[in-house]
């Protein structure tokens, strides 16, 4: 058994990784502000609740920290930019200073954000992005470059136990109804009858991975051997461990409405278009060989199968 800190735990991918280290005996401690996470996420789990944020420090004794705490729809992270930009860059700091003290392994959650608008497709880890640094996106891509930035001189300084992971769009159970992102926005849009909102002509691409299959990538990461991970990517020229996570399934935003609608086939929804928001990603795939060799995991949830579950949710929730 495990004594586990997820920082951000409340919100969608933390609430999914809690119950699966709890079904497996570990004892799992959330530490979250409610920012963008929601106390239902956490009724009758059986953890342990810091309410707190995460700039402010991270007490406590832990053999494994799960760095989640941002928000991580682009209406949350952009409501209060200053706010996202801290979070990322202050929380880092706090997790890792907690790691140093008490000698935890750290899994910190990245995003294909670094990446930018890429000008490289599929995006490989060893792609630098092509990121605006004075965009509506910036605060979040920035603060996670530079939180990566932190993780490697924290680990190259004092030999801190850190491994980062750059998540693609995730989607699944847990996931906020009012977040924003586009597959909640879509699917309770058809449940509701409401017009499906296409940003732009619908033609920008995203890979969507159902969030079980990142949970299981991320249980195979932080018990992988740190001597191993040297061996992978020393060789490679990287000081610190970084691997993408995402399913390489590739679809148009305009393919995921009408699967959306495929599945909900009483909707009286139709597509509408609005405007692109500034700096949006025209495309977006991850290249997971690194993340295949290194660890021998790969997503096995096709995105018709994780929708259907996530209707399910939406639906029980209604
Ligand atoms: P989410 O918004 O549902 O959860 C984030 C959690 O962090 C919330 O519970 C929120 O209250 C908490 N939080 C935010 N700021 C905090 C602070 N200052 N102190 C304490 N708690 C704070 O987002 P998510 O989808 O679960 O994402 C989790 C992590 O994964 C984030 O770091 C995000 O950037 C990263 N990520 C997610 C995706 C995705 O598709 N879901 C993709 C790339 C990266
Ligand atoms: N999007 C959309 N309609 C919505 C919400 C999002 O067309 O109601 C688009 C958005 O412009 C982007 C893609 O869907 O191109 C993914 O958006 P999301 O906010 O889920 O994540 P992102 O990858 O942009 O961070």
Same mark, same amino acid.
């Given at each position: 058994?495990?004594?586990?800190?997820?920082?951000? *735990?409340? /919100?969608f991918i933390?609430?999914n990784l809690?119950? %699966?280290?709890?079904?497996? @005996?570990?004892?799992?401690? !959330?530490? &979250?502000?409610?920012?963008?996470?929601?106390?239902?996420?956490?009724? *009758?789990? /059986?953890?342990?609740?810091?309410?707190?944020?995460? %700039?402010?420090?991270?007490? @406590?004794?832990?053999?494994? !920290?799960? &760095?989640?705490?941002?928000?991580?729809?682009?209406?949350?992270?952009?409501?209060?930019?200053?706010?996202?930009?801290?979070?990322?860059?202050?929380?880092?700091?706090?997790?890792?200073?907690?790691?140093?003290?008490?000698?935890?392994?750290?899994?910190?959650?990245?995003?294909?954000?670094?990446?930018?608008?890429?000008?490289?497709?599929?995006?490989?880890?060893?792609?630098?992005?092509?990121?605006?640094?004075?965009?509506?996106?910036?605060?979040?891509?920035?603060?996670?470059?530079?939180?990566?930035?932190?993780?490697?001189?924290?680990?190259?300084?004092?030999?801190?136990?850190?491994?980062?992971?750059?998540?693609?769009?995730t989607y699944g159970p847990h996931m906020?109804?009012?977040?924003?992102?586009?597959?909640?926005?879509?699917?309770?849009?058809?449940?509701?009858?409401?017009?499906?909102?296409?940003?732009?002509?619908?033609?920008?691409?995203?890979?969507?991975q159902f969030v079980d299959d990142l949970v299981?990538?991320?249980?195979?990461?932080?018990?992988?051997?740190?001597?191993?991970?040297?061996?992978?990517?020393?060789?490679?020229?990287?000081?610190?461990?970084?691997?993408?996570?995402?399913?390489?399934?590739?679809?148009?935003?305009?393919?995921?409405?009408?699967?959306?609608?495929?599945?909900?086939?009483?909707?009286?929804?139709?597509?509408?278009?609005?405007?692109?928001?500034?700096?949006?990603?025209?495309?977006?795939?991850?290249?997971?060989?690194?993340?295949?060799?290194?660890?021998?995991?790969?997503?096995?949830?096709?995105?018709?199968?994780g929708?259907?579950?996530?209707?399910?949710?939406?639906?029980?929730?209604?």
């Amino acid at each position: 058994m495990k004594r586990i800190l997820i920082t951000g *735990g409340a /919100g969608f991918i933390g609430a999914n990784l809690a119950r %699966r280290l709890l079904a497996e @005996g570990h004892a799992v401690t !959330i530490l &979250d502000n409610f920012y963008t996470g929601r106390r239902d996420n956490l009724a *009758g789990l /059986g953890v342990t609740l810091l309410e707190r944020d995460v %700039r402010d420090g991270v007490p @406590g004794e832990w053999d494994w !920290i799960f &760095d989640l705490a941002c928000p991580a729809s682009p209406p949350h992270y952009q409501r209060d930019p200053l706010f996202t930009l801290t979070t990322s860059i202050d929380g880092i700091r706090a997790v890792l200073e907690a790691a140093q003290r008490c000698g935890a392994r750290v899994l910190h959650a990245s995003t294909s954000e670094v990446y930018g608008d890429p000008l490289v497709h599929p995006q490989p880890e060893t792609d630098w992005g092509h990121v605006n640094t004075v965009g509506i996106r910036s605060c979040y891509d920035e603060g996670k470059r530079v939180a990566e930035t932190f993780a490697l001189e924290h680990r190259r300084a004092y030999g801190t136990d850190v491994r980062l992971v750059r998540i693609f769009n995730t989607y699944g159970p847990h996931m906020d109804p009012a977040d924003g992102r586009v597959v909640s926005n879509f699917i309770l849009q058809a449940l509701r009858d409401e017009p499906i909102t296409l940003y732009g002509d619908g033609s920008q691409t995203r890979s969507f991975q159902f969030v079980d299959d990142l949970v299981e990538g991320f249980l195979a990461y932080i018990q992988a051997d740190p001597a191993a991970l040297d061996a992978f990517f020393a060789p490679k020229g990287y000081a610190i461990p970084v691997l993408n996570m995402g399913n390489p399934g590739e679809f148009t935003v305009r393919q995921l409405a009408e699967e959306v609608l495929r599945q909900i086939p009483t909707s009286r929804s139709e597509l509408v278009f609005r405007p692109l928001p500034g700096d949006d990603p025209k495309r977006r795939k991850p290249d997971i060989a690194w993340a295949s060799e290194c660890l021998g995991w790969r997503p096995t949830i096709p995105l018709a199968q994780g929708l259907a579950k996530t209707i399910a949710y939406f639906r029980a929730l209604a």
